[in-house]
């Protein structure tokens, strides 16, 4: 069983470098997200997906950008890297995200990604 | 917009002591969920609450859901060190999509 799936696991990039974090699900779940973890700043999420061909933002999208052409992928484009990026990148998908729909996260195992 | 706040930051305990993690919302929200992450893992999905004043147990561990829908906690009876990990709320408000994580409460067990 995949699950979730996220290339690459490590990624070191130089300022204003670009470069795509590939989600991949196999779970045919409708809604995928993007999020970006911190020390001691939780989980926050960059841009989020509720099925093919819809996008939206999260609460920290600047700097990043999305698309969802399938329901499997879900890949999270940086086109000109900055310091501030560095983090680890989660991508997580759901059966469905809202009033009454069944909310649980499958996360992937996360990219490590270092800008210098 | 919505903020989830969650105390303490970290909490240290002793093996067999109990420990509370608290999930705070400036807004009411639709359902909560709670996920464990281990060191150096992703996060897992432990629950989910929906109802005002809704009370979970798993074993040893107990979530509850404020009767406003806008605060939760959660509380390990008698620690264990596999307890050992960070735990986070995160709360998905009446108006969208978007699940939004508290800070998370790093807990660590000394045996």
């Known amino acids: 069983n995949a699950g979730v799936t996220q290339t690459p696991k490590f990624q070191v990039l130089k300022t204003g470098q670009s470069m795509t974090l590939q989600c991949a699900q196999d779970?045919?779940?409708?809604?995928m997200s993007w999020y970006r973890q911190d020390p001691g700043m939780g989980l926050r999420l960059i841009h989020y997906?509720?099925?093919?061909?819809?996008?939206d933002q999260g609460e920290v999208p600047n700097g990043y950008n999305v698309s969802r052409s399938t329901t499997e992928d879900f890949p999270l484009r940086l086109l000109s890297a900055a310091p501030s990026q560095t983090s680890v990148y989660f991508c997580?998908?759901?059966?469905?995200?809202?009033?009454?729909?069944?909310?649980?996260?499958?996360f992937g195992e996360g990219s490590r990604l270092t800008v210098l | 917009g919505q903020q989830v706040m969650q105390i303490p930051q970290y909490q240290h305990v002793q093996e067999g002591e109990d420990f509370t993690t608290y999930c705070n919302s400036s807004?009411?929200?639709?359902?909560i969920q709670w996920y464990k992450q281990r060191p150096g893992g992703h996060p897992v999905f432990l629950i989910q609450?929906?109802?005002?004043?809704e009370v979970k147990k798993q074993k040893r561990l107990t979530f509850q859901f404020g009767e406003a829908k806008k605060n939760s906690s959660l509380h390990i009876t008698a620690t264990q060190t596999t307890d050992v990990g960070t735990y986070f709320c995160?709360?998905?408000?009446?108006?969208?999509?978007?699940?939004?994580f508290g800070g998370g409460t790093r807990l660590m067990v000394k045996p």
């Open positions: 997580a998908s759901s059966y469905s995200v809202g009033v009454g729909g069944t909310g649980e996260l499958f």
């Open positions: 779970m045919n779940h409708e809604y």
């Open positions: 997906s509720v099925g093919a061909g819809i996008t």
């Open positions: 807004t009411t929200l639709s359902n």
């Open positions: 609450l929906v109802k005002s004043g």
């Open positions: 995160a709360g998905l408000s009446n108006a969208g999509n978007m699940l939004t």
